[in-house]
């Protein structure tokens, strides 16, 4: 058996919208199971989004503070944002989010990893996003809403790693980032993905 995820499609018998959004929609499927079963399969339609994972020459990761109204939490997260504009690669997408959330921007890119961040119940998928050679940049971009209150920290990589570990950092993309990024470290990074690369 060959350990890897695969794409796969069984067929819709019947779909019913619920909800439709600026961001979310809601539906239901009908979905024809192997044995020619029909079960509903509810779950939020999603955009996608892009994260990154901003890593300075000093080991530190770029971490940003956001409510977070459906959990009532103000979390620790990454620089991320929704793919919103139609046709614009994600590297470029990414790039943005870093200049307008955190004002910063990077020479070099890869990919750290693609996540499906809870795919029970929704199709969102996350590229996150390594960030190297970094430099502060202004994008003129202005904050509304909650991101007026955002701070931005600077936290050691080994830090950021036991905040996880212990229970402090919660957001998936985060905690997926940082470790990911801890892990690519063991071989300066050579093992990952080009910030091109597609998507499965």
Do not use: C
């Amino acid at each position: 058996m060959i350990i890897e995820d695969q794409p796969e499609e069984w067929p819709v018998a019947a779909t019913k919208e619920h909800f439709r959004g600026y961001v979310i929609g809601v539906r239901t499927d009908s979905v024809r199971m192997p044995r020619d079963e029909v079960a509903d399969r509810d779950y939020v339609e999603h955009p996608g989004a892009v994260a990154v994972l901003a890593l300075d020459d000093r080991r530190r990761v770029l971490l940003i503070r956001q409510y977070r109204h459906p959990v009532r939490h103000l979390l620790w997260e990454l620089p991320a944002g929704i793919r919103d504009v139609e046709g614009e690669p994600l590297a470029e997408t990414a790039a943005r989010e870093l200049a307008e959330e955190a004002g910063y921007r990077a020479a070099t890119w890869h990919t750290l990893l693609d996540l499906m961040t809870s795919p029970g119940m929704t199709d969102e998928r996350i590229r996150i996003f390594l960030a190297r050679d970094l430099e502060p940049f202004d994008s003129g971009y202005e904050h509304r809403h909650e991101e007026v209150d955002m701070p931005v920290e600077w936290v050691p990589l080994d830090e950021a790693v036991q905040k996880v570990l212990s229970g402090k950092i919660h957001n998936s993309p985060a905690v997926a980032g940082i470790l990911a990024a801890y892990a690519a470290e063991a071989d300066g990074f050579a093992g990952l993905r080009p910030a091109d690369a597609p998507e499965a």
